[in-house]
């Protein structure tokens, strides 16, 4: 099944923690963060939305720095996807 994301809307997917520190030490799946950093799947049309022009600034493939609390999480094929605006992704990472 695949996803088409409508106006200003983006899916990502998470892109997974690290299972250690840089000094070594091994987390436990409690002790780790929601990670921030995820992958574009796909991106919308952009056009118009809620009255203004929006021009879509991210591509699928590149990866992103979101909002820690935002977009809608979706299972998808068995994968857990996020489906955001374009104004919860804060940055593109290179």
Known sequence: ??????????VI????????TKSGIILTAAAKEKPQM?????VGPGGMVDGKEVKMQVSVGQKVIYSKYAGT????????????????ILAVVE
Not at 38 to 42: F, G, P, R, Y
Request: hydrophobic share 40%; aromatic share 0%.
């Open 13 to 20: 997917k998470n892109v997974e923690a690290e299972e250690t």
């Open 1 to 10: 099944m695949t996803i088409k994301p409508l106006g200003d809307r983006v």
């Open 73 to 88: 999480e979706v299972k998808l094929d068995g994968q857990e996807v996020i489906i955001v605006r374009q104004n919860d």
């Open 38 to 42: 995820a992958e574009v799947l796909a």
